[in-house]
Each structure stands twice: as structure tokens, then as C-alpha cells.
């Protein structure tokens, strides 16, 4: 019998990229994909901080302060276990934070 050469491309599984920290910043702590949440959003990169971060929490990107408003982790399902697929960060500038916490009292005020 001859064999058959199949002219259909193979399907391969689709891989996540790798979120990578530079040496630096390794010691730091987990990479996080860090997003300015104020309108239009702004992507500022993927950066190393410590996995205990919390809503509230200051950190400071490229010399800026920022505020964390939000911490995202996300899952995937695989082979029957849910593995960690990535995190984010969603962080206003400080002044910009402030200003939404002095709004939202006002409007609990009225």
C-alpha cells in the first residue's frame, strides 16, 4: 500500500504569550500588564511588582505616581484545572483618584 501525504495544515494548540519580567525586576515580584483606566485607556506596559497588592495601594510607573483601582487574575481552564493565565493592574494617576473619591462624596451628600 501506498502512503497518503495529507495537504491539510496540522492544528496546533494556540499558546498564551509569556509575560516575562526583566533580571531587574524579577526580584520584585509577579509581572502584571498595567492599564491607565482614565478615558482613553492607556496601555503602560508590563511591569514587576509583589503579588500582594491591593485596590488603594500606590505605585510608581516611569516616575509618575499611580493609584491600583482594580487587580485582575486571570484563570484558564486546562485538562480539568484551572492554571493562572495573567494579571493586570488598573491604576489612575494619584490626582485623578483623589479627585473620583472627593466626586463620589459629593454624591452621596445630594
Known sequence: MAATVSSFPTLRKRQSPQ??????????GDPYKVIEI?????NLGIRCFPSNLQCGESVTIEGKAYTISAVTLRYQL????????????DVLST????????????????
Open 38 to 42: 482614565t478615558p482613553p485607556p492607556k
Open 19 to 28: 509575560i516575562v519580567c526583566r533580571k531587574k525586576d524579577k526580584e520584585k
Open 78 to 89: 486546562r485538562r480539568g484545572k484551572y492554571e493562572p493565565r495573567d494579571k493586570r493592574l
Open 95 to 110: 490626582g485623578r483618584y483623589i479627585l473620583n473619591l472627593y466626586f463620589d462624596s459629593l454624591l452621596q451628600q445630594s
